[in-house]
Every structure is written in C-alpha cells, then in structure tokens.
C-alpha cells in the first residue's frame, strides 16, 4: 500500500508541477509575486518618490515556532505593506533556538532573568497557555488594537480566551482538532469515511489508525482531551478515546509525524491539528481529506505578542496592526494567487476575525472551516482540562501505548462477543483514584512529585494490564 500510495502522490505533485509551469495562460507564484510586486512600486514611487529598492531598510526581530512558509509569506507581505504606508522596507529576523514553542519559552525566561531586555521585538505562535504564563511573569508589554480588531474577536470562544483582558497577547488566528484520511484507500478497502470522533473506534477500522503519544506531543494531549470532552461525561469521553486507542497501529512520537502516516500509506487515518491536516492535504488535495468534526472541536487561539523592553516598538506593534488586519488575516486561509492571499503556499489556518470568513467568502483553501457557524464549536470544560491534562496523558499511555498488545486482544474479544455487555462495562473501567473530578484533581497534585508519578504509572499500567487479560479469556 505504502509502495502505490507514494508512487501517486509523486504524480500529483509532479502533475501540478507541469500545469503550473506550462499551462497556456496560467498565473504561477513567481509572476504573481511579479505583479504585485510592480503595483506596489507604482504606489511607493507615486507617494515616497522612490523605488522600492531605494527606500530605507529597517529591522524587526521575531522568534516564533512557525514553519518558514509562514514566515516568508508574512515577511514579504508585511514589507509590501510598509513600504506604501511609512516609505521604509523590513527586514524580519527570525530568531531560533531549537525545539517548539517549549523551547522558546525556556530561552526566554533564562534570558530575561540576566536582562531587561531579549532583544527580540515579537513571540507569534504556541500555543494560548505559555503566553498566559509569560504575561503573568511579566515578559509581555501590552499591545494596543484597533476597535475593528476588538469588534471582531471575541473575548472568549468555546470557554477559551482569546486575547488578554490587557491586551499582553492577542490570538492572531485558531486551531482546531481532527483528523486526516486517505480517500483512494479507504475506497479500495470499501470503508466508509469517519465524519465524527467515535467513527475512528469503527471496528473496520482496527489496526488503520495513526495516534501520536500525548507525553511525547502537546497536541496530541490536546485532542484527546476534546474527544473526551466531546462526551456528556467522564467515563463516557474516556469510553470513547479508548475504544479509539484499541484501533491504533502505531504511536508516533510527534502529532506531524502522525499526520504524515495517511500520506505515506502506513495507516488509512491519523488525528492532527487542523494545520498538519491542512498541509499534508494541499500536496495530495485527490487522495487526502482533513475532517474538523463539527461540534466536536474547540477552536484554540495562536497567540501574538510584544516581548517586554523590545529593540524597535513601533515596528513590532505595527506588525501587529498588519496581522490583525483584516488583509493580514487573508494570508492564513485565502488559496495562493487571489488578491491578499499567499504567493506561494497555501498557509492552511483558521482566521480569528469574524469579519473574514464573510469578506473573502469563496476564496479560501477547502478545508478552511468557519469556526463561528452555529454548530461548529465545542464548548470546552476548561478548568477540567487544566486539571485532567497532567492524569489523561498518563492513562493514554497506560492504556493505549504500554499495553498496545494487550489493548488490541481485549478489542478483538469484544469484537467476537458481539461486545458483550459485561465484557464492556469491564474494558472501559477506569482505576478507582481517578474515577471522579476530585480524584483526578488529587491525582494531578500527586504526579507533580516524580517518584509519585512512576508509582502511579505503573500502578495503572498493571491495572489495564490485568483487565484486558481478564476479557481476553
């Protein structure tokens, strides 16, 4: 399977290629870029006097977890735009220091407690929880927004904030949950295609499905903690994620490298953020498709914000501006090639304006969803995900990836027995010291304490162990 699949997608990729490069009368990024290029120039010179290339050059230092596709796009895009409204080109420096978002975080704390200052302008992108932990540290100056960015954002979106009561931090676009499927296999296998989280626990698709371990990735954890809560209760979200965790073939160690298993042909469907999902579509838009289940996802902010005592103030509050702008917000989802969208590569994010989703109405990418149609939201539990976040990934790996085996035995007995009732009610038991809100917020005091931790890991780890075996026989 993985052999066929690959060969296709070489051929889409390839055939995309030719028509972009020889198809009679086709628009590609390079002319694109061309044109607008020269409609700018015209303006510049119209209102500055000069050419592009004469004006003055000036310099905005960011760190972001944010893939170079994002970062050239805006780069170029937000140079453009300054060079029409102050007569001055950017040069954006992009600082890195390894990792993710977990990464920068750390560099920046250990620098700011030697100095007062970074020397970096702009943090963009990670997740909502490390700029609440920066704001509160101080790290963060407030920004100031325009009544038109704060008509269109809401304060708060499916019980998550998404922008700080002192304007510290802004959302500068959402992300969703959901999964990414292989459509050209799933019809050779006479499958029929998951619509809802608990479609993934379809008994057909056993051993087709690509999960990445919640310990190893923040997104991963994210997802499951949707999918639990996409259930009226506890036991009923846990049933759920785990019925989906005994249809795993594998666990991979990062959410993109999860994403990557439907594309590769080493599994039919894998959970992922909207984004992987989103980019591993557009290099296969005929064999992939990304499913945001509706209802079933909440919609997190991606965050930007103006590091404490930056180099340049005024440039970095100014790219602010031009993100939150109603045409800086286009980038994130309109296709490459119309008006205010990308040049080369479709970005694949959910805006966080309101405003957007009406105004370029047609023109995004396809698997660009509206996060705000009545429906498409789930309203999260949030204090329950701050406190079951620490407990849930312990019990994933538990349940689901240190007794993978056994896991997939017990489903295949509940398969036989026509999941019989006692047998279920069995498989889906939960330990007893995190059977209640209580429990499992005591649970999340305890795994503070490491050596806590490995006992209580263990401990469950026999637990589903031993319970599996039982419905096994």
């Excluded at 120039?41 to 050419?51: F, L, M, P």
């Excluded at 407030?142 to 979106?157: K, R, W």
């Excluded at 506890?234 to 005994?246: F, H, M, N, S």
């Amino acid at each position: 399977m993985k052999a066929k699949l690959t060969n296709k997608l070489w051929l889409v990729a390839a055939a995309a290629i030719l028509v972009g490069c020889g198809q009679k009368g086709a628009t590609g990024p390079q002319e694109y870029s061309s044109a607008r290029r020269e409609t700018v120039q015209r303006e510049v010179q119209a209102k500055w006097g000069k050419s592009l290339d004469e004006l003055e050059t000036v310099t905005l230092v960011a760190i972001s977890p944010h893939n170079e596709n994002i970062q050239n796009e805006f780069t170029w895009a937000f140079s453009l735009h300054h060079a029409k409204q102050y007569g001055q080109t950017v040069h954006i420096e992009w600082r890195t220091v390894g990792g993710g978002s977990s990464s920068i975080v750390r560099f920046l704390r250990n620098v700011y407690a030697r100095s007062e200052s970074c020397g970096i302008d702009l943090l963009w992108g990670g997740g909502e929880f490390h700029f609440q932990k920066l704001a509160a540290q101080g790290l963060l100056d407030p920004m100031e927004l325009s009544g038109d960015v704060l008509a269109e954002v809401p304060a708060v979106f499916g019980g998550l904030e998404m922008y700080d009561e002192q304007l510290r931090w802004c959302g500068s676009a959402v992300s969703g949950f959901g999964f990414i499927y292989n459509v050209t296999m799933l019809s050779r296998c006479g499958i029929d295609p998951p619509r809802k989280w608990e479609d993934l626990s379809r008994p057909e698709l056993a051993g087709y499905l690509a999960l990445a371990d919640p310990t190893q990735s923040g997104s991963a954890a994210a997802a499951y903690e949707m999918i639990v809560q996409s259930a009226p209760t506890w036991p009923e979200g846990w049933a759920k994620l785990l019925a989906i965790l005994a249809n795993a073939n594998r666990f991979t160690d990062s959410a993109g490298a999860a994403a990557n298993a439907p594309v590769l042909g080493e599994a039919l469907v894998a959970t992922a953020i909207d984004f992987y999902g989103a980019t591993r579509v557009a290099e296969a838009p005929e064999d992939l498709l990304y499913v945001s289940p509706p209802g079933q996802t909440a919609f997190s902010p991606d965050p930007i914000a103006i590091l404490k005592n930056p180099p340049n103030r005024t440039l970095a509050q100014r790219f602010v501006d031009f993100v939150m702008s109603r045409r800086g917000q286009a980038l994130w989802a309109v296709r490459p090639g119309e008006p205010d969208g990308p040049v080369r590569s479709p970005l694949g994010r959910q805006p966080i304006r309101r405003d957007v989703y009406e105004h370029y109405a047609g023109k995004f990418s396809p698997w660009i969803v509206n996060p705000y149609r009545q429906g498409s939201e789930l309203k999260l539990d949030t204090e329950m995900r701050k406190v079951r976040f620490g407990p849930l990934k312990l019990l994933v790996r538990a349940a689901g990836i240190d007794n993978r085996n056994a896991l997939r035995a017990a489903r295949d007995k509940l398969i036989e027995t026509n999941f019989e009732p006692r047998r279920v009610r069995q498989f889906n038991r939960l330990p007893k010291n995190v059977a209640t809100r209580g429990e499992i917020a005591r649970v999340a005091q305890l795994l503070k304490d490491p050596t806590a931790a490995e006992r209580i890991l263990t401990d469950w780890t026999t637990f589903f162990r031993d319970k599996y075996d039982r419905i096994s026989r």
